[in-house]
């Protein structure tokens, strides 16, 4: 237990900064979910779509230090190759 105050007003703090970073965290997997179900459905323009709509999601949350800029960068390129190859 915290004993001092800025120790018991950090807590406070992490715990709504948990929350805010949890629900960031997960609107970025449920864009990266809706590209996958869409590329398992066969369809490319859903496709193209849900790609366009998670590519600034992805990458906001990497601004918000969600996850790391590379694996942003990653999950954007496979997922784009993904659709292009669908075309094939």
Known sequence: MAHHKSARKRIR???R???INMA???RVRTHLRKVEEAISG???E???????AAEP???RGVKAGIIKKNTGSRKISRL???VKAMNA
């Open 80 to 82: 784009s190759a993904r």
């Open 13 to 15: 703090r992490n715990g």
């Open 46 to 52: 859903a496709a193209r779509a849900a790609l366009r």
């Open 24 to 26: 960031r965290r997960s």
């Open 42 to 44: 066969g369809d490319q």
């Open 57 to 59: 999601e992805v990458m």
């Open 17 to 19: 900064r948990q929350a």
